[in-house]
């Protein structure tokens, strides 16, 4: 058998695939966008078609740079959570199962295997080194800029957006940037992505992402710091159980203060919106959604079955505009459960690894998924891979799959003697 020299080994092993997987991945979401010249033209077949042809695109590129890393890397480096594994084996599991009473057999089977490689392709997304996953996130940063830039310079500008683009979406492609320069760790692009993230989110006036962009804020500079072990991190955690049983208690409440909140903040011309289609307003999607849901309360209609059905009640297509929802809807009360076990898993397991090992990029990724929670609520997305944030959501939920333990905490160890890293200033191991 032919040896492999050891520099020709190291070299092999400093390629990062997802350099250009991961921008290319985001640019395959902005670029058919240009097409929307009216809201209109969202339903066209000539869009459905190039937005298609373009998500398909994306996956496959990312999911051939995952398939090039796993080969120059190998496996050792992917040492996998069984508590997270046990959680997305048992939701893939019933999204698969749920094939077997789908009113769209070929597009829910479809949708589990297009499922399993994106998250087979984000898991090793993560099995890089802590330099490679920032240098991707840079310039993922950079591609939606452009892309951003694009969309401005080819459509019209509008009130709130480019063209005919859905607002939200625009807000959304601004906070996505954001999370992503906190991820490369340079404050330039922080700076500049927290600039334009908002200005964006302004512009577009997008109330939800701006509550999730404040609550990850929130999670990163206000409570994170204080969670420097498992004691912490217990508390934490029994402090945000407490506050989602409140929540759900006085939710219509807390929801009519939120937009309410949002819509002062954002300065939201819009009448309509103002006046009760935002978060509030969507209570009349949430009652058609739960009247649909009888029936098929336990199983649903099968996993991403949505389009094929007709939601045509009360002007309300196929978006209930609740992603916890739309998931009931997909896979019953039980998948949407274990949608919930995989988010909250996924969260304990990245706090935890920034609680011990002081990982920035597992303390980025917990903040994340708690952000995305108003998201969850309000907007229909919740495994979808054409949105920015939502695919950021399934990015970092992967994330939670892999343990590189002794890379973390060897890396923040280097990080804090060089005098350039972490806040903490105690040894990980102690803290």
């Not at 940063?141 to 694009?150: C, E, H, P, S, T």
């Not at 404040?214 to 409570?223: N, P, Q």
């Not at 991403?304 to 297509?317: A, H, K």
Request: charged fraction near 15%; aromatic fraction near 10%; include cysteine.
């Amino acid at each position: 058998m032919m040896r492999v020299r050891p520099e020709t080994r190291r070299w092999a092993e400093s390629i990062n695939p997802f350099f250009i997987a991961l921008p290319a991945y985001f640019a395959c979401m902005a670029l058919p966008l240009a097409g929307l010249r009216t809201f209109a033209d969202y339903f066209t077949s000539s869009y459905i078609v190039l937005v298609h042809r373009f998500q398909i695109a994306g996956v496959v590129v990312f999911s051939f740079a995952a398939a090039i890393s796993l080969v120059i890397r190998g496996r050792r480096q992917l040492v996998v959570n069984g508590a997270m594994l046990l959680a997305w084996s048992v939701l893939i599991g019933w999204y698969g199962l749920s094939v077997f009473w789908s009113v769209n057999p070929v597009m829910t089977a479809v949708y589990v295997v297009v499922t399993t490689v994106v998250i087979a392709g984000c898991t090793i997304f993560w099995s890089q080194s802590n330099e490679a996953i920032e240098a991707s996130a840079s310039v993922a940063v950079i591609a939606i800029g452009l892309g951003m830039v694009y969309l401005a310079s080819s459509l019209k500008l509008g009130e709130r957006s480019f063209g005919g683009v859905t607002p939200n979406e625009i807000g959304h492609f601004g906070f996505a940037a954001i999370v992503l320069a906190y991820l490369s760790r340079k404050p330039a692009y922080i700076l500049g992505a927290l600039a334009a993230g908002v200005a964006l989110i302004a512009f577009s006036q997008a109330r939800t992402a701006l509550l999730a962009l404040l609550l990850f804020l929130a999670m990163r500079h206000l409570v994170t710091p204080f969670i420097t072990n498992r004691s912490r991190l217990v508390g934490a955690c029994l402090l945000g159980g407490a506050g989602a049983c409140v929540f759900v208690l006085v939710a219509p409440a807390l929801i009519d203060l939120a937009s309410s909140f949002a819509t002062r903040t954002l300065g939201v011309t819009d009448i309509a919106r103002s006046s009760g289609s935002g978060f509030s307003g969507r209570e009349r999607s949430w009652e058609i959604g739960r009247a649909l849901l009888s029936g098929h309360t336990l199983l649903g209609y099968g996993y991403r079955t949505r389009g094929s059905l007709d939601f045509g009640i009360g002007g309300i297509e196929t978006n209930v505009h609740s992603g916890l929802l739309n998931a009931a809807l997909d896979t019953g009360v039980l998948g949407c459960l274990g949608f919930i076990a995989v988010m909250m898993t996924a969260t304990w397991s990245l706090l935890r690894s920034w609680a011990e090992a002081r990982s920035e990029p597992d303390r980025l990724a917990g903040c994340f998924l708690v952000a995305m929670w108003p998201v969850l609520v309000v907007e229909g997305n919740y495994m979808n891979f054409a949105a920015p944030s939502s695919f950021l959501m399934t990015l970092f939920l992967a994330g939670a799959l892999t343990m590189r333990r002794t890379e973390r905490v060897s890396a923040y160890t280097a990080s804090e003697e060089s005098g350039d890293g972490g806040e903490s200033r105690r040894s990980p191991r102690t803290a």
